[in-house]
Nanobody
Framework: QAQLVESGGGLVQGGGSLRLSCAASGRTFSSYAMGWFRQAPGKEREFVAA????????YYADSVKGRFTISRDNAKNTVYLQMNSLKPEDTAVYYC??????????????????WGQGTQVTVSS
């Protein structure tokens, strides 16, 4: 069983940057693909980015492609989300998730096995 703890959220002006971290407990971190999702008030949880077990493959939502970068350090049991050129519409609670699902299903929240508690990101205009 894995436990995930996000950090790094906060308030930033539009055009600014933040780096989110997600620290995982347990010895099987490298067995899971990792994803970042976000949920704004009144909206459904949406996929942001995912990274394969080894880190060799990444995938992004169109809305963040070119601005966000997902990475992982399996030695530190940590996944990161570097967010640049932030926009007000990026404001949401950001969640990391771990899953053993097939890579084809990485955009689907229900395919992930473990979730963090979320960290708030607020981008002012």
């Amino acid at each position: 069983q894995a436990q995930l703890v996000e950090s790094g959220g906060g308030l930033v002006q539009g055009g600014g940057s933040l780096r989110l971290s997600c620290a995982a407990s347990g010895r099987t971190f490298s067995s899971y693909a990792m994803g970042w999702f976000r949920q704004a008030p009144g909206k459904e949880r949406e996929f942001v980015a995912a990274i394969s077990r080894s880190g060799g493959m990444t995938y992004y939502a169109d809305s963040v492609k070119g601005r966000f970068t997902i990475s992982r350090d399996n030695a530190k049991n940590t996944v990161y989300l570097q967010m640049n050129s932030l926009k007000p519409e990026d404001t949401a609670v950001y969640y990391c998730a771990a899953g053993a699902m097939a890579w084809d299903n990485l955009r689907t929240p229900t395919e992930y096995d473990y979730w963090g508690q979320g960290t708030q990101v607020t981008v002012s205009s």
